[in-house]
């Protein structure tokens, strides 16, 4: 009965050093790709702003900054639900 109890600790210990690695990269491309968002942040942003102040020039400044929000909210939305549906598993 001994040789089951260690055979199942190697196994276990085999299965969570493979998930806590699965996660660990997991957590580590999230931060990567939290900071690759955070730094395109202005740019997406003042490209949107220019573009909504461009179209109708007599808006307040708040009201040109909730345009580009909504703007690519939506778009982001968008993003999302069309990779949802293409990554998918079947």
């Given at each position: 009965?001994?040789?089951?109890?260690k055979s199942r600790k190697k196994k276990f210990s085999?299965?969570?050093?493979?998930?806590?690695?699965?996660?660990?990269?997991?957590?580590?491309?999230?931060?990567?790709?939290?900071?690759?968002?955070?730094?395109?942040?202005?740019?997406?942003?003042?490209?949107?702003?220019?573009?909504?102040?461009?179209?109708?020039?007599?808006?307040?400044?708040?009201?040109?900054?909730?345009?580009?929000?909504?703007?690519?909210?939506?778009?982001?939305?968008?993003?999302?639900?069309?990779?949802?549906?293409?990554?998918?598993?079947?």
């Amino acid at each position: 009965m001994p040789k089951k109890s260690k055979s199942r600790k190697k196994k276990f210990s085999r299965s969570y050093k493979k998930e806590f690695k699965k996660q660990l990269r997991l957590a580590i491309a999230a931060a990567i790709g939290f900071t690759i968002a955070f730094s395109w942040r202005n740019v997406i942003f003042d490209s949107v702003h220019s573009l909504v102040q461009n179209i109708d020039k007599k808006t307040t400044v708040f009201q040109t900054q909730f345009t580009a929000s909504l703007i690519i909210t939506v778009v982001g939305v968008l993003f999302i639900l069309l990779f949802s549906k293409l990554l998918k598993e079947k």
